[in-house]
Nanobody, 126 residues
Framework: QVRLVESGGGLVQAGDSLRLSCAAS????????MGWFRQAPGKEREFVAA??????NTYYKDSVKGRFTIAGDKNTVYLQMNSLSPEDTALYYC?????????????????????WGQGTQVTVSS
């Protein structure tokens, strides 16, 4: 089992920055990568960013490229978020996958992740 705990969320204004952290514990050596997803009220959970340990390789949702950066290792993963907008308001989840996939598209799918955190709220006011 892998336990994930997110932190770093909060209420900020448009244009501000936040850094989310995801602390992993347990059998972290079994993970192949980690990702960040988010879910806004009334919307489906969506992919934000992912990082794989082999490479390492990183993947981003198009709308966050150039603004968000994912980094870290098997114990802690960060999501640096700059130039935040109200559209980024959501509950942000950290997730871990134990399988390696041949293409980055796999890491953008929530079903490919085995472990999830409880989420941290990010609210961006205009």
């Amino acid at each position: 089992q892998v336990r994930l705990v997110e932190s770093g969320g909060g209420l900020v204004q448009a244009g501000d920055s936040l850094r989310l952290s995801c602390a992993a514990s347990g059998r972290t050596f079994t993970t192949a990568g980690m990702g960040w997803f988010r879910q806004a009220p009334g919307k489906e959970r969506e992919f934000v960013a992912a990082i794989t340990w082999r490479g390492p390789n990183t993947y981003y949702k198009d709308s966050v490229k150039g603004r968000f950066t994912i980094a870290g290792d098997k114990n802690t993963v960060y999501l640096q978020m700059n130039s935040l907008s109200p559209e980024d308001t959501a509950l942000y989840y950290c997730a871990a996958t134990t399988l390696s996939y041949p293409h980055g598209n796999y890491y953008q799918t929530a079903l490919k992740y085995d472990y999830w955190g409880q989420g941290t709220q990010v609210t961006v006011s205009s």
